[in-house]
C-alpha cells in the first residue's frame, strides 16, 4: 500500500498539483497536510491529522464508482474523519471558492 502511495504522489494530477501549492508547509492556517496517505485500507488524496480532515479530489471515473466511494467515505467518516470531495475541474477553475470551503473547515 505505501508504494501506491508513493506512486500516487509522483503521478499527480493536475488538480493535485494546484491544490498542494496551496495546502504544502502548513500553507492554510499552519495545519500539516499529507498528501496520498494510507488511511486503514485506503488512499487519502490529501489529510490533515491534527484536524482529521480529508480532501478528496475527484475525476470522471468517481461518476461510475458511487458506492465504492459512499463506503471510503462511511469508513473514514467512522474513523473520525471529515471528508470533503471536490471535482476535479472545479479545483481547476474555482479554485479560490475550493480554498474558501477548506478554510472554512479549519477553522471548525
Given amino acids: 500500500m ?3 502511495a508513493r ?4 503521478n499527480q494530477t ?10 504544502r508547509d502548513r500553507r492554510m492556517f499552519n495545519s500539516k497536510f499529507r498528501r496520498q496517505h494510507v488511511v486503514g485500507y485506503y488512499i487519502v488524496d490529501f489529510v490533515c491529522l491534527e ?13 461510475e ?5 459512499a463506503r471510503r467515505t462511511a469508513f473514514l467518516e467512522g474513523e473520525g474523519f471529515r ?3 471536490f471535482w476535479n475541474n472545479q479545483v481547476l477553475a474555482e479554485t479560490e471558492s475550493v480554498l474558501d470551503e477548506i478554510r472554512a473547515a479549519l477553522m471548525k
Fill in 14 to 23: 493536475d488538480a493535485e498539483k494546484v491544490l498542494w501549492k496551496y495546502l
Fill in 7 to 10: 506512486q500516487l504522489r509522483r
Fill in 65 to 69: 464508482q458511487v458506492g465504492y466511494d
Fill in 51 to 63: 484536524q482529521k480532515l480529508v480532501i478528496e479530489l475527484d475525476g470522471g471515473q468517481h461518476a
Fill in 83 to 85: 471528508v470533503m470531495r
Fill in 2 to 4: 505505501k508504494e501506491k
